[in-house]
């Protein structure tokens, strides 16, 4: 795998443990990684400026695909955007209003937007949203919207996901973790995203590596030769990956692998 040129991580359930933490060799393969010109890029759920936050001190060298793909950072310049079209989003918020046990997220450019004041909710929306403000209405939010995304406290595969399945045609309905369900568009996702950043820096799916857990990396693990599931992640992702790492997010699959299989051969 001397080969690689470029790797994508998921956070959650991925490269972070349990404990949303880094593994503890990860700042020390980074540097390798970077000093042989091997370009690491971020790809997640997650809001931009949360990730931005775990990786401060080496912002400047990496790639963010923040909101499954839908916003592509790196170097202090905006690499790509993927707004979804506002009456679409607003549909989707005036639906999830009406889901039982589920609260609805407006994942903006800018900030994520909430009605709900739910301590449970905002207490599980602020470790993944760093700017999250409170709003009397979402479909009345001034911002590019991103992604529209749903907590569901009550089993999302037999709750808010069926609120949405029918819309599956036209956009990306993702399950992307226990409680969170994702509407994108339907080009927008993490390997749309991949796929965008192989193109602008000329980088093969032979080149490419990359470890993903949940449903919303479906379309990441067929973007690379060296796809890894994680030995923790869903069953479906597992079958359409070519590698499986030895060891789950809680015990740095992620970076031993990197480590076993490129800085070892550098």
Known sequence: ???????VSDLDGTLLD???????????????????????A???????????????????????LAENGNFAYYKGNELFVNPLV?????????????????????????AAY??????????EARKYYSRLEIVNDLTQVDDAILKVTLCDFNHVPTNSYLYFKSFENDYKIAISGTVWLDITGFNANK????????????IA?????VFGDFL??????????????????????IRISNFITQFDNNNGGVTDVISQEIISKL
């Open 1 to 7: 795998m001397t080969n690689i040129k470029l790797i």
């Open 18 to 40: 349990s404990n949303h933490n880094l593994p503890p060799n990860f700042w020390e393969i980074e540097q390798q990684l970077f000093d042989n010109n091997i370009v690491l």
């Open 42 to 64: 971020i790809a997640t759920g997650r809001q931009f400026y949360n990730i931005i936050e775990v990786f401060d001190r080496i912002k400047d060298r990496i790639v963010f």
């Open 86 to 110: 506002r009456e679409d989003a607003n549909e989707f918020v005036k639906i999830g209003r009406t889901v039982k046990d589920a609260f609805v997220i407006l994942c903006g450019k800018n």
């Open 114 to 123: 909430v009605e709900s004041t739910n301590e449970r909710f905002l207490s």
């Open 191 to 202: 390997g749309v995203a991949v796929m965008n950043i192989q193109k602008l820096w000329n």
């Open 205 to 209: 799916a032979d080149d490419t590596m």
């Open 216 to 237: 919303n990396d479906y379309e990441m693990m067929q973007t690379a030769k060296y796809s890894y599931a994680m030995k923790n992640a869903h069953p479906e992702i």
